[in-house]
């Protein structure tokens, strides 16, 4: 077993000598298909365990669902709701070791203001109090500190009012405010968990597609070059999400759209608290405005059927946005318009077709299934029980191999850039701007010593708080291949797309110096 994490720095030349000691054979235990939060967690389950793990993505780290998340990691209040008390706590469980130990770099408590305003009657707002009430008995049974996540409160209009400053204020009586979990990005945990993985010797290989999947074996091409090989391994895990079914045609997945719109934090006046507005008529359905790194507010979220072929970039319909606005707008002194909207993304949640039911109502919980050809699928979950998952998905196979199974050691594993983490190195203070150790954390001082190119702590654009020295690191430390894995990945510039043409020529000549 690899006790010692090695370098967990990934980078082009590591890519090409890993994929150069592929082609020339070798046992392999276990190959992963798909580079999202559920393949980065097996990976990194895997090696932790002692597994020679081999993980592909097609395109990029978090290049598909995972990277257009609402960012929370949930308690699972909303599966309480519905009587799924197993789901809510495995939730809450895991959320409290992601909170505590292993990447608390990278999630704060956020706030979470229901204000009450007319609109809310008091039937609603009792419902909602009683269902605040239950998150902190979640909370408490999944022994997660009120230090960690506060409790559930209500608070006066004034309060409510410098929580959330845009909030509508006739007839506001006050808020009440519970805390969950939010990831400062979810593409950062997804490359963080990969590296973490890397760094116990998996090998992490981006650009490269696996086809022809077996349970034993998988023909790989490297997108970059063309070059194709075969590979066999002990095990093969299918993590590609709302691409499972195309990698293992046993599967019958039914895909929902949940869209996002992207707003300066100005036009909502820079709340500290995320905006909770109860979509009118419906007592368990509401949308969140939340506030984000970059000086951004997030609004979300819908959930629609999206059936039919999967694409590559899933794009938000003119009638979800107009839902979304029209639901906040119920809370805002100010209306947001379409003239305020500067980005606005989808994903597709990669839902297990149960065979009836709204998409709303399908199972969050997830599946680890072996399919006829041997291979094994895991599929739903979401990015708060990544962990969960993996060591589901790593026993399976495990046992299935037959002999001992090591134990799961992900619980106690912190991730890179996390307290605990044998790359983490303090850093005096104000040596790094606090957006840099907000994304960081334990690593800012790495980011900061590792960088070569001139002026590192400049904006790579005015007005975007992401260094120069970062996007240095993504090349030489998190795998970035170009500009737009920097953009769009391991930075999230490129939700708004005229920032990420104001960066676009800074990281480019980045990237181009860091390749010459
Ligand atoms: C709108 C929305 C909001 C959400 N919000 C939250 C939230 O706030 N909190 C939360 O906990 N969860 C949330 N979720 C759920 C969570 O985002 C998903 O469950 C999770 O990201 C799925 O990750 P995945 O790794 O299974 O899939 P993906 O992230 O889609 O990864 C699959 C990967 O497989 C790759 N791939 C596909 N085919 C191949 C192939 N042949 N070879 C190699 N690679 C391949 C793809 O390129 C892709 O990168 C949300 C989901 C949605 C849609």
Redesign the pocket.
């Known amino acids: 077993m690899t006790e010692r994490p090695g370098t967990t720095a990934l980078d082009a030349r590591r890519r090409a000598g890993e994929l150069d000691t592929l082609a020339a054979g070798g046992p392999v235990d276990l190959l992963v298909?798909?580079?999202?939060?559920?393949?980065?967690?097996v990976a990194l389950d895997a090696a932790s365990r002692g597994l020679r793990t081999v993980l592909?993505?097609?395109?990029?780290?978090?290049?598909?669902?995972?990277?257009?998340?609402?960012?929370?990691?949930?308690g699972g209040l909303r599966y309480l709701a519905s009587g799924r008390i197993g789901v809510a706590r495995e939730?809450a469980v895991e959320r409290g070791i992601l909170m505590t130990r292993t990447a608390p770099h990278l999630i704060r408590a956020l706030p979470q203001a229901v204000p009450l305003l007319p609109s809310v009657g008091r039937g609603t707002a009792a419902l909602v109090h009683t269902g605040f009430l239950a998150g902190d008995a979640l909370r408490w049974s999944a022994r997660t500190p009120a230090a960690v996540l506060p409790r559930a409160r209500r608070v006066g209009p004034d309060t409510a009012q410098r929580l959330v400053p845009a909030v509508r204020t006739a007839g506001l009586r006050g808020a009440l405010v519970a805390h969950d979990g939010q990831?400062v990005d979810?593409a950062r945990l997804?490359t963080a968990i990969a590296r973490t993985a890397a760094g116990y010797g998996a090998s992490v290989l981006t650009r490269?597609?696996?086809?022809r999947?077996t349970g034993t074996s998988?023909e790989?091409t490297d997108t970059l070059t063309g070059r194709s090989l075969t590979i066999t391994a002990g095990a093969v895990v299918n993590?590609?999400?709302?691409?499972?079914d195309?990698?293992d045609e046993s599967i019958r997945l039914r895909p929902?759209?949940?869209?996002?719109l992207v707003f300066d934090a100005a036009a909502l006046g820079h709340p500290r608290a995320a905006l909770t507005v109860p979509v009118p008529g419906s007592t368990s359905r509401f949308v969140f405005a939340l506030p984000q790194q970059l000086g951004r507010v997030v609004l979300?979220?819908?959930?629609e059927d999206a059936p039919g072929p999967v694409p590559?970039e899933p794009v938000p319909t003119e009638q979800e946005i107009d839902f979304l606005l029209a639901t906040v707008n119920t809370a805002l002194e100010r209306r947001l318009t379409r003239a305020d909207v500067r980005g606005a993304?989808?994903?597709?949640?990669?839902l297990i077709d149960t065979g009836d039911g709204d998409t709303a109502d399908l199972s969050?919980r997830?599946a680890v299934l072996r399919s006829p050809s041997g291979v094994v699928t895991?599929?739903?979950?979401?990015?708060?029980?990544?962990r969960a998952?993996a060591q589901d998905t790593v026993d399976f196979v495990l046992r299935a191999r037959g002999g001992a199974v090591p134990p799961c050691r992900t619980a106690r594993l912190p991730l890179v850039g996390a307290p605990g983490h044998p790359d983490g190195r303090p850093l005096p203070d104000g040596a790094a701007p606090a957006s840099l150790l907000a994304r960081h954390g334990g690593e800012a001082r790495a980011v900061l010593e590792s960088a070569r190119l001139p002026r590192p702590l400049e904006p790579v654009a005015e007005g975007i708080d992401v260094t120069r020295a970062e996007i240095e690191y993504a090349v030489t430390h998190e795998g970035a291949l170009d500009a737009a894995d920097v953009l769009h990945r391991r930075t999230r510039i490129g939700l708004v797309p005229a920032d990420a043409d104001r960066a676009r020529a800074a990281v480019e000549e980045i990237v181009d110096a860091l390749a010459g």
């Open positions: 298909v798909g580079g999202g939060v559920t393949g980065a967690g592909v993505e097609a395109r990029d780290l978090a290049f598909g669902t995972s990277r257009w998340s609402s960012k929370l990691v949930h939730s990831l979810d997804v490269v597609r696996a086809d999947v998988a790989l993590a590609t999400g709302v691409w499972a195309q990698v929902s759209r949940g869209t996002h979300g979220l819908t959930d590559d993304f989808a994903g597709l949640r990669p969050r997830h895991v599929v739903g979950g979401k990015l708060t029980t990544y998952m």
